[in-house]
């Protein structure tokens, strides 16, 4: 357990630390501008050499080079493509870490920038390349501040989030170890750029997989006593378990139960003797998440058994929701209200059920993801995951002096 209590308590600052911090803040703001062209190039470059998940060679290395050039100790093949750096403080007892992720779309890009991806098929449709840009400019932006902290900042640039795979080999290589609080951030383009997101409680939701397989008996059309109809057996499981969500669950709990492939059957006059459904589960409670496999089972048991078929079902847990740390989102909302102000924070109402695989960095230390806005006021924004979405780059310093100024105050208040 960790004590954040200190968070909710300014009243121990002295005017002297509030001008300290005040310079601070300005003297990061500086950096960053200062910095706005080179990052600008730099998401350019990596947007238009986007690269697959668990591929990210020539990313990781052109990181690497980046974090290297500014002093920032470096680990390469940390989670296979991944790697991490870190900013060495006074002792190495005590661990922040910031997340960015490096992988890219198989979408074909439809944008007319001149910066558009060279590489056909592949594209940097959910901004992974203003994410990692942001990584390397906060820590650009924290080894030129002249501040030693009382620990060291590590920096992870993980791989292959879109197959929700990276995180855990991150966390396999050692990238947690000695963490005590770990921040991150995902583009959004309903924000606009200068603005951020900020959510209590969940962020994203669990997201699991699910196949069923229903075997009855098959027979002649014309006959359906002489055998038992997988298909009509099928729809029955189908229907019932989209009913039995509104009529069983928690209405406050959220769960959506998407069945999105099924097949079956071997001719039109033949009764089929087996189905394959396949699917995706999202909830949002970890109670539900953790009751989902039994819930689903009785349900595909019962129907099963009043008509006579057989089933198997193979329930592959997923990541899980993105919990948001109450000390540690409280202080990232103090941080990002004093850089930007209050009308440039918002508080979001509603999680999505979206998922995120910074999930599994949580189960090793608490943290908190925010959603930078990315939105431009002048034209229309396409949604993540679109073959034309475009991010106005202003928000890459937003997001720079966001992170930057969180982990300042993160170590002023553990100094
Ligand atoms: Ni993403």
């Known amino acids: 357990m960790h004590d954040y209590s200190r968070y909710l308590d300014d009243t121990g600052e002295d005017l002297l630390s509030n001008a300290h911090n005040n310079s601070m803040l300005s003297r990061i703001k500086e950096l960053a501008e200062a910095l706005k062209p080179r990052l600008i190039e730099i998401r350019r470059h990596i947007h238009a050499h986007p690269e697959l998940s668990g591929q990210e060679h020539q990313t990781a290395a052109y990181v690497a080079g980046v974090l290297s050039s500014c002093g920032i100790v470096v680990q390469e093949a940390v989670g296979k493509t991944g790697l991490i750096g870190e900013l060495v403080g006074r002792t190495d007892e005590r661990l922040v870490a910031i997340r960015t992720d490096m992988d890219a779309l198989p979408i074909t890009e439809r944008t007319s920038v001149e910066f558009a991806s060279r590489r056909q098929g592949i594209m940097h449709a959910c901004g992974h390349d203003v994410h990692t840009t942001v990584g390397l400019g906060t820590a650009m932006v924290l080894s030129q501040l002249g501040e030693v902290f009382p620990g060291n900042t590590r920096f992870l ?50 997201a699991d997989d699910l196949e069923i397989i229903i075997m009855g008996e098959s027979g002649h059309g014309a006959r359906p006593h002489e055998a038992i109809d997988a298909i009509w057996i099928a729809s029955q499981v189908i229907t019932t378990l989209q009913q039995a969500i509104s009529r069983t669950q928690n209405p406050l709990r959220p769960m959506v139960l998407t069945i999105g492939q099924i097949s079956g059957g071997r001719a039109p006059n033949v009764i089929a003797d087996q189905v394959r459904l396949t699917g995706t589960v999202r909830s949002l409670h970890p109670d539900t998440h953790a009751d989902l496999p039994g819930w689903i089972e009785s349900i595909v048991a019962s129907v099963c058994n009043t008509f006579g078929a057989r089933y198997e079902i193979n329930y592959r847990r997923g990541v899980p929701s993105v919990q948001n740390d109450l000390a540690l989102t409280q202080l990232l909302e103090a ?6 102000g209050s009308d440039r924070v918002q508080i979001l109402p509603e999680p999505s059920l979206g998922s995120e695989d910074f999930a599994i960095y949580l189960q090793h230390a608490p943290g908190t993801m925010f959603r930078l806005g990315v939105g431009f006021r002048d034209k229309q924004n396409y949604p993540l995951h679109h073959p034309q979405f475009e991010v106005d780059e202003s928000a890459i310093v937003t997001g720079v002096v966001t992170l930057a100024y969180t982990i300042y105050q993160y170590w002023q208040k553990r100094g």
């Open 157 to 206: 640039f993980q791989p292959a989030e879109e197959i929700a795979q990276g995180a855990k080999w991150m966390v396999k290589d050692g990238a947690m170890n000695d963490v005590s609080a770990i921040f991150s951030v995902h583009v959004f383009p309903s924000i606009p750029a200068g603005s951020i997101g900020i959510r209590y409680g969940a962020l994203t939701a669990a």
């Open 335 to 340: 941080s990002a209200k004093e850089a930007w």
